[in-house]
């Protein structure tokens, strides 16, 4: 079985500092872990992905994330918050291979203040 | 190159009326999964169809079914629609094998039922 965990239901920041988004995930397999973003109105957006390659995946407008398999962990950081980071946050987890449906966490609300 | 199309975008139905949402996959994938995204939540995989079959299913009733059809597209049904049916429906694409290297997410279609 699958499922994720997001710790933190909403993150506000200011402009200009670091965001860190926080992810645990439980799998029986060796997972896939995916962050999409999701703006309002709008479909999600691949961030990043991690595939059982580097543990330190890098992504799409600055953001990059750790596998930590120790922790069960994939946070979700970026060293300077933009304006046009405001959005929902999903991390998902999936398998490897075959049919593979994706379990998505409850998401997390980011603000970015001026 | 074109992504994940659905249609309609928005769409309003009287309680105990059907529904038929469609999707065409991104270019030169295989696979098609559906997911409905209530208010506030993280998407819930729905199901998934792969050469015509439905290979998946989540926790949803048989009220949900779907087809795919020779070209990959692929719709989903609803049928008795609830009030608790109004959702934002999601459409992704990939390749069988390859779910790995990420899904192609379309913008939805936003179903209100009154």
């Known amino acids: 079985a699958q499922s994720v965990t997001q710790l933190d239901s909403h993150v506000s920041v200011s402009e200009g500092t670091p965001v860190l988004l926080r992810c645990n995930y439980s799998?029986?397999?060796?997972?896939?872990l995916f962050w999409y973003v999701q703006h309002p109105n709008k479909g999600l957006q691949l961030l990043l992905k991690y595939t059982s390659a580097a543990t330190l995946v890098k992504g799409i407008n600055g953001f990059e994330a750790e596998f930590k398999k120790s922790e069960t962990s994939f946070h979700l950081t970026k060293p300077s918050a933009h304006m046009s980071d405001a959005a929902e946050y999903f991390c998902?987890?999936?398998?490897?291979?075959?049919?593979?449906?994706?379990?998505f966490g409850a998401g997390t609300r980011l603000a970015v203040h001026p | 190159d074109a992504g994940v199309t659905q249609s309609p975008t928005h769409l309003i139905k009287t309680r105990g009326q059907q529904v038929t949402l469609r999707c065409s996959p991104k270019s030169g994938h295989d696979t098609v999964s559906w997911y409905q995204q209530a208010l506030g939540q993280g998407p819930q995989f729905i199901f998934q169809?792969?050469?015509?079959?439905?290979?998946q299913r989540g926790n949803f009733p048989d009220r949900f079914s779907g087809h795919q059809f020779p070209n990959y597209s692929s719709e989903l049904n609803v049928n008795a629609l609830l009030l608790g049916d109004s959702a934002l429906y999601l459409c992704a694409s990939s390749l069988v094998g390859r779910a790995n290297y990420g899904y192609t997410f379309g913008s939805g279609t936003r179903l209100t039922v009154v």
């Open positions: 998902v987890v999936g398998r490897s291979g075959g049919y593979n449906k994706l379990i």
């Open positions: 169809y792969y050469e015509e079959e439905e290979r």
């Open positions: 799998s029986s397999y060796s997972p896939s």
